[in-house]
């Protein structure tokens, strides 16, 4: 899983699979979701996302993998 985020356009991304889109639905203004060939959620895009959700804060718990952080 990977999460990214672009300042110049507000948007987030998040990549839940390393398998390619498909197909995209737009299930709330600016809220993307994102499914491969089979139906499976591979992402998620979140435009405008600062008005919609905390960015200062990210909180990862109980997850059983490491923790990779690149500045950007």
Do not use: C, W
């Not at 985020?5 to 737009?26: C, K």
Request: proline share 4%.
């Amino acid at each position: 899983m990977k999460t990214n985020y672009f300042p110049d356009t507000g948007s987030l991304n998040i990549d839940l699979s390393e398998q390619p889109s498909a197909d995209s639905r737009e299930i709330s203004e600016g809220v993307v979701l994102d499914y491969d060939a089979s139906g499976q959620l591979v992402g998620i895009d979140i435009d405008n996302a600062s008005a919609k959700v905390d960015l200062h804060r990210f909180v990862v718990s109980k997850i059983p993998a490491s923790v990779e952080t690149i500045a950007g």
